[in-house]
């Protein structure tokens, strides 16, 4: 296992479509990430999951997003609806096993263009 | 409110220079800092890591110190190389509630002149 692994690494949509990404944790990490990032930002953070559960939402993640983890490996972000201001960075993070819990670990990012 | 600022936005030395990075943070109930590496188009690469009870640490040419008192941290990076070039990005991590995220400031980019 080399790392986060994130599928697709672009995705190029119109506007009002759905997207689905995926993110592939490092296998041992029980903890999982979501951010946003657009140009010349830092990450923002939207969800974390600590194993399958949920524990932390973002104000940014709307009713039009959601984050599932369903087996506590793998994890899916979806956007419904998506509008141009979506267009961004989709990052996805894991941390814990040896290295502790709270070192983060990213992969490459999804790059969302809605046009 | 948690905000971080970092400064200056961008960078630019010639080789060899040793730099530093500045990082700020209003709030100093903090779990850790992390600082973080960033290439164009790419994902993060983290780079150190400083637990709020530590003062410093350091990897290779790197070394990044933390006053949580004051607020601040910096990235000290020795014999500056054009394969350091890119955007630096320092995260802290609050104390409280589930600590799963960390709050990110806006990255200094850095470029290191041949």
């Known amino acids: 296992d080399t790392g986060v692994s994130q599928d697709p690494r672009h995705k190029i949509t119109k506007r009002g479509q759905n997207v689905t990404f995926r993110c592939d944790p490092i296998?041992?990490?029980?903890?999982l990430y979501w951010y946003r990032q657009t140009l010349g930002q830092g990450p923002e953070f939207l969800t974390y999951?600590?194993?399958?559960?949920?524990?932390?939402k973002s104000r940014l993640l709307s009713d039009r997003f959601s984050a599932e983890r369903p087996k506590g490996s793998f994890s899916t972000l979806e956007i419904q609806r998506t509008e141009q201001g979506d267009s961004a960075m989709y990052l996805c993070?894991?941390?814990?096993?040896?290295?502790?819990?709270?070192?983060?670990?990213f992969g490459p990012g999804t790059r969302l263009t809605v046009t | 409110k948690q905000e971080v600022t970092q400064i200056p936005a961008a960078l630019s030395v010639p080789e060899g220079e040793n730099l530093v990075l500045n990082c700020s943070f209003t709030?100093?109930?903090?779990?850790?800092l992390q600082w973080f590496r960033q290439d164009p188009g790419k994902g993060l690469t983290s780079l150190l890591l400083?637990?709020?009870?530590?003062r410093e640490q350091t990897s290779g040419r790197l070394n990044a110190s933390l006053d949580k008192s004051s607020g601040r941290s910096t990235l000290y990076i020795a014999a500056s190389q054009p394969g350091d070039s890119a955007t630096y990005l320092c995260?802290?991590?609050?104390?409280?509630?589930?600590?799963?995220?960390?709050?990110f400031g806006k990255g200094t980019k850095l470029s290191v002149k041949p």
């Open positions: 993070a894991s941390s814990g096993g040896l290295a502790g819990p709270y070192e983060q670990y």
């Open positions: 995260a802290v991590r609050r104390r409280g509630g589930s600590q799963g995220n960390l709050i």
């Open positions: 709030d100093s109930a903090i779990y850790n």
């Open positions: 999951f600590q194993n399958e559960a949920q524990l932390e």
């Open positions: 296998s041992e990490h029980n903890r």
């Open positions: 400083i637990q709020s009870s530590q």
